[in-house]
């Protein structure tokens, strides 16, 4: 009995075996190889601008490019281009140039060629560039009481409101649009401010001020043509007499000297004067003022020289 279990159990241990023997070879597990990401090169960082050492400039300008809004078009643009936080602060020519004189300002844009060669031949001002133009002109109310409406000589129209007494309202402020009143006055042989005369009215305060007090008074004034167009929808005054070659009205940009002033930012203020004649802000002058009032409110002139302008 134990002799046929044995032989049974081997015959079936045999049968295991040759069936292991015929049975497929278990398949060895291919392991596709995973594709590895392209090493892409590192991006360089983008190169920050770096900040100025001294960021903080003062600007002493004239009432008329802040009355205009041409500053609030060029100061931000500025100061996204170069990182300067730029302190404007609107004064007549005269003032500005007081405040450049004690070393109160960075930077001048000023309008009064005279007052500025003097300013620079004191050694106050360091470098001086032709910015831009427009011109003068005389406003005055609807009833045109003096008859100057339609003229181009500036003389013969002060010459007329003296003689008719009309109400005439002057900046008073020794700005720039002052100096030049004065020197037409002067021009004419009169001087109303030295007379005490009743129908001359002193404002002391900037042009678009200047423009609603002449506005309320029906008196004509002297403006520049800039601040006149972006405030003559809020005034009831008219363009009276325009076009003279003595109503020239020139801008310059003027770096206070850091040799006299050692502790102005000279740096923040020849890169002020140099970005504002350089050929895209040039361009940008030319057309503002446009698409609102038809006309430019500015004549850019970067690289010409004051004898081209008839100075």
């Not at 802040?66 to 170069?82: I, K, N, R």
């Not at 003096?146 to 003689?163: F, N, P, Q, R």
């Not at 009032?293 to 850019?300: N, Q, R, T, V």
Request: with cysteine; charged share 20%; proline share 6%.
């Amino acid at each position: 009995m134990k002799q046929r279990t044995l032989r049974s159990l081997s015959i079936i241990l045999a049968g295991v075996a040759l069936l292991a023997a015929c049975a497929p070879a278990a398949s060895t597990p291919v392991v596709v190889p995973t594709a590895e990401a392209p090493t892409l090169a590192p991006t360089a960082a983008p190169t920050a601008r770096p900040a100025p050492e001294s960021p903080d400039v003062i600007l002493a300008t004239t009432t008329s490019t802040q009355d205009s809004g041409l500053l609030d078009v060029l100061v931000p643009l500025f100061e996204e281009h170069t990182g300067y936080r730029v302190k404007t602060i609107a004064v007549g020519t005269g003032q500005a140039l007081q405040m450049g004189q004690e070393g109160n300002a960075d930077v001048l844009l000023v309008h009064a060629p005279a007052s500025e060669k003097t300013f620079m031949e004191g050694g106050y001002g360091k470098d001086r560039f032709l910015v831009m133009h427009n011109d003068f002109i005389f406003v005055g109310p609807a009833s045109d009481p003096a008859a100057i409406k339609g003229g181009s000589d500036a003389v013969v129209a002060l010459t007329k409101i003296h003689e008719a007494a009309a109400s005439f309202v002057s900046r008073g402020d020794k700005s720039g649009t002052h100096s030049k009143e004065l020197a037409l006055w002067k021009s004419a042989g009169l001087d109303p401010a030295t007379e005490k005369a009743s129908w001359y009215i002193e404002s002391g305060q900037g042009m678009g001020a200047t423009l609603t007090i002449a506005s309320e008074k029906s008196a004509y004034t002297l403006t520049d043509r800039a601040t006149y167009l972006a405030t003559r929808a809020n005034l009831q005054l008219g363009l009276l007499v325009e076009k003279d070659n003595a109503l020239l009205n020139v801008y310059h940009v003027i770096t206070v000297n850091p040799e006299l002033w050692p502790k102005v930012n000279y740096d923040g203020a020849i890169a002020f004067a140099k970005w504002l004649t350089e050929p895209g802000i040039q361009s940008l002058i030319s057309e503002f003022g446009v698409d609102e009032f038809g006309e430019p409110l500015f004549i850019p002139d970067a690289g010409k020289t004051d004898a081209e302008l008839g100075l």
